[in-house]
T-cell receptor, first 112, second 117 residues
Framework: GQNIDQPTEMTATEGAIVQINCTYQ??????LFWYQQHAGEAPTFLSY????GLEEKGRFSSFLSRSKGYSYLLLKELQMKDSASYLC?????????????FGAGTRLAVHP | GAVVSQHPSWVICKSGTSVKIECRSL??????MFWYRQFPKQSLMLMAT?????????EQGVEKDKFLINHASLTLSTLTVTSAHPEDSSFYIC?????????????FGPGTRLTVT
């Protein structure tokens, strides 16, 4: 079956660095996405990995190891506005088309 | 970037009635639209995938006769929750992929919060 695991909650201090891990077991793997979602709002795209390695995008970086079924999202220089849920999503090719399978999300609380 | 809108943003209805939610791609042609449901503190669950002009593909466990999806044009998909019950109360989010988004991303709408009383 399809399974995506990430921690339920994390806390961090403003200005610090936090790493949110995601492990997955899926068939038809075709890329991994990270989204940010504030309460009551739709997810917004943060990053995409399809090959092993690190993708850096400003304060956000994402890493992928396909052999280990593992990814992480690294947030640097944390700001209060980074308090949100972070969703790991695997794109899976199944039944002739791609679809996103989401993890349950990690709620990050950034404190002063 | 590509913009997706949803209407209404929230709706309250009585048990047994039907509710229609619209999803529009405003500045691109959406060849594929996805409908998700999200319960409080849970992740997004894909309900169905629709391609313009063809029948929607529903995920396992989603009742296609209860959640009617129509993708009649390249800019509009609708989800109708028929005979709604309190357990259908949820946050419904659509996303779209098309000629401007490429195959890389789906762009999400702002969501519709449905409350069934």
């Amino acid at each position: 079956g399809q399974n995506i695991d990430q921690p339920t909650e994390m806390t961090a201090t403003e200005g610090a660095i936090v790493q949110i891990n995601c492990t997955y077991q899926t068939s038809g793997f075709n890329g991994l996405f990270w989204y940010q979602q504030h309460a009551g709002e739709a997810p917004t795209f943060l990053s995409y990995n399809v090959l092993d390695g690190l993708e850096e995008k400003g304060r956000f970086s994402s890493f992928l190891s396909r052999s280990k079924g593992y990814s992480y999202l690294l947030l640097k220089e944390l700001q209060m506005k980074d308090s949100a849920s972070y969703l790991c999503a695997v794109r899976s090719f199944s039944g002739g088309y791609n679809k996103l399978i989401f993890g349950a999300g990690t709620r990050l609380a950034v404190h002063p | 970037g590509a913009v997706v809108s949803q209407h209404p943003s929230w709706v309250i209805c009585k048990s047994g009635t039907s509710v229609k939610i619209e999803c529009r791609s405003l500045d691109f042609q959406a060849t594929t639209m996805f409908w998700y449901r999200q319960f409080p503190k849970q992740s997004l669950m894909l309900m169905a995938t629709s391609n313009e002009g063809s029948k929607a593909t529903y995920e396992q466990g989603v009742e296609k006769d209860k959640f009617l999806i129509n993708h009649a044009s390249l800019t509009l998909s609708t989800l109708t929750v028929t005979s709604a019950h309190p357990e259908d109360s949820s946050f419904y989010i659509c996303s779209a992929r098309g000629d401007r988004t490429g195959d890389l991303e789906q762009y999400f709408g702002p969501g519709t919060r449905l409350t069934v009383t």
